[in-house]
């Protein structure tokens, strides 16, 4: 018996002592394409004003819903992280005449567009009932409550709005290739086209991603 226990503790201890190698070779990461990160600025629509900053949504109250209204480092598009991005601001004319804001990313060839476009829709699905307490960069604080998601008609967009007493926000994000947009068109009222607004920002991915590819 007494030899039986020394033999365990003997391997006990051996094994305590093994050492395990690991390859340390660094692993190569996946290339930024077909969309390249210096490309990001050419996701913007012609209608960004150089020099134009927009009052961003800065914070959004409950966390776990900020991504439906925040405009500063928008978690959809940081979600995964971009190897570029980039963002613009302009005042749509007539009619409600909205400000509308563009953000872009742009990723290496392992991003999944559709997962990303899913995301917003599990956020949806969780959020639908919730108060968004937002606060905007200049201190205007806003309290909004989700509006029936519409289809898009899209695998690639998700579309959302919320309204306040205020501001009323029509939304829609992006997502193909290795890149994603989000669009935010605040007004008065909701009811803005933000969904021609979407079909133009995948017409650009389209376009850049099958130009480089």
Not at 11 to 18: S, Y
Not at 101 to 120: I, L, P, S, W
Not at 122 to 130: D, E, N, P, S
Request: aromatic share 6%.
């Amino acid at each position: 018996m007494g030899r039986r226990v020394a033999a365990v503790l003997l391997a006990l201890l051996l094994a305590g002592c093994t050492r395990v190698v690991t390859d340390a070779r660094p692993q190569a990461e996946s290339p930024v394409a077909p969309i390249t990160a210096g490309q990001a600025a050419d996701l913007l629509s012609e209608h960004v004003q150089k020099g134009s900053d927009g009052n961003l949504f800065a914070t959004v109250e409950p966390e776990e819903c900020a991504a439906l209204a925040r405009e500063v480092d928008p978690p959809f598009i940081f979600s995964a992280t971009p190897a570029a991005h980039d963002g613009g601001h302009w005042n749509a004319t007539g009619g409600a005449a909205p400000s509308i804001e563009e953000m872009v990313g742009v990723y290496r060839t392992d991003f999944d567009a559709k997962a990303a476009v899913e995301e917003v829709t599990r956020t949806l699905g969780a959020c639908h009932t919730a108060e968004l307490v937002v606060t905007a960069l200049e201190g205007e604080v806003i309290h909004a409550h989700l509006q029936p998601a519409p289809d898009s008609g899209s695998p690639h967009i998700a579309l959302w709005s919320f309204t306040a007493e205020q501001w009323a926000c029509d939304n829609a994000f992006v997502a193909a290739h290795n890149a994603a947009i989000e669009i935010t068109a605040c007004a008065r009222t909701n009811g803005y086209d933000v969904l021609s607004l979407a079909k133009e920002a995948l017409m650009r991915i389209d376009t850049l991603a099958n130009r480089t590819a």
